[in-house]
Every structure is written in C-alpha cells, then in structure tokens.
C-alpha cells in the first residue's frame, strides 16, 4: 500500500540554524502539505502546495519558512533561522483532490536547543 | 471562524464497554469531514471520509456516523489495541482543520 514518507526521523538542531525536513509524497497525489503539532496541542497547518505553487499559508508559516518540490517525488520543508518554538513534531500529507482525504506521513520530531 | 470541537478530551473504557465521541463543527459548505487515529509519536493515521447528513462508515469495532452538525464516532466492544487518539477534521481551503482530539484508553 503506498505510504508517505518522511526524513529524518528526528533532527536536534541549535538555535538559528537551517534545517530541511524532507518527504515523499504517494505518487499519483496532486496535492502537498505540511502540518506540525506541538507536544499536547492540537495538529495545525502550516501550508499546502499544488502545480508547483503555494495555494494556502498560515500566519504560522512567515518568511523563516519555504517549501520546494526539487524533483517528481520530494517535496521539502525549509525552516531558514530556527528558534526555540519551532520544536515540535512536522508531518508531510498529500492528497488527490484538496478537499478529499489527505494520508499523512510519520512525522519528524524537530528538536531546537 | 471555522472550528472543529471534540468531546471528551479523555475517555477511559473497560474492554468491551462500549462508548461514543463527539466532534462538532462549525464550517460553511461543509465538503466532508475526515476521521483519524493517532498514536503517540506517530502521524495521523487515515479511518473515514463521510460526506453528507446520514451517511455511516464501519470499520471493524470502529463505526462513524454525520449529521448536519457533528459527527460521532462510536466504539464498540472496545480491545486495548483501539487505545490511541482519535482526531476528526473537516477540509476548506487547501486545509484541514483538525479537533484537538479525544484520547481513548481501553483497559483489558
């Protein structure tokens, strides 16, 4: 059964550092995201993507944040000055048809000392 | 604004004591409302799309049902293995909107 993937599992990073989050959608689905959950809070969106565009933002997603899809299956997650709060669990998902069901990948755990 | 509530944030059962949540929300032009199972650490885990008033969805002891304000996903003969969180979100605008979920603990 196709799945989406996720890498890495888990990144510790310090303080003002770039890191890039990377996934791999299921195949035959159009429509990209990425959402994040902070320990014990609810499962919030960040952005989603389509034809190679950002169709919808959150105030979340400010200009720390970019999303690429570099070639036919990755699609990233770029945080470009990581501060303490953006420690937090960041899922990848992709769906068919953007108000359909969307399959969510396992997640890395973001760790920002 | 759009918000999606569920209820109750916490709900200990005894195997098989059968049990019900609730996710209510508050949407224009609903276009289907998704329930997901979590477990810790892990990413949301796809259950059912339901997309009108009255329509229900099984799956093994899990079964979704909808009306035009909230929809209840009922447990039945719960086993320790369905202990996890269960989330409900409805899409609009390139998005889900996700509950905060209820967390569901079966004990054997």
């Known amino acids: 059964e196709p799945e989406v993937t996720q890498t890495p599992s888990h990144q510790v990073t310090q303080m003002g550092q770039e890191v890039i989050l990377r996934c791999v959608p299921i195949?035959?689905?159009?429509?990209f995201y990425w959402y994040r959950q902070i320990l014990g809070q609810k499962v919030e969106f960040l952005v989603s993507?389509?034809?190679?565009?950002?169709?919808?933002k959150s105030e979340i997603f400010d200009d720390q944040f970019s999303v690429e899809r570099p070639d036919g299956s990755n699609f990233t997650l770029k945080i470009r000055s990581t501060k303490l709060e953006d420690s937090a669990m960041y899922f990848c998902?992709?769906?068919?048809?953007?108000?359909?069901?969307?399959?969510f990948g396992p997640g890395t755990r973001l760790t920002v000392l | 604004e759009d918000q999606v509530t569920q209820s109750p944030e916490a709900l200990r059962l005894q195997e098989g004591e059968s049990s019900s949540l609730n996710c209510s929300y508050t949407?224009?032009?609903?276009?289907?409302l998704f329930w997901y199972r979590q477990d810790p650490g892990k990413g949301p885990e796809f259950l059912f799309t339901?997309?009108?008033a009255g329509e229900e969805k099984e799956k093994e002891r899990l079964k979704a049902t909808l009306t035009k304000k909230e929809s209840f996903l009922h447990i039945t003969a719960p086993k320790p293995e369905d202990s996890a969180t269960y989330l409900c979100a409805v899409p609009h605008d390139y998005k889900l909107s996700f509950g905060a979920g209820t967390t569901v603990t079966v004990r054997a």
């Open positions: 993507f389509y034809n190679n565009e950002i169709s919808e």
């Open positions: 339901l997309y009108s």
């Open positions: 998902a992709s769906g068919q048809i953007y108000y359909n069901e969307q399959f």
């Open positions: 949407v224009s032009g609903l276009r289907g």
């Open positions: 195949s035959n689905h159009l429509y």
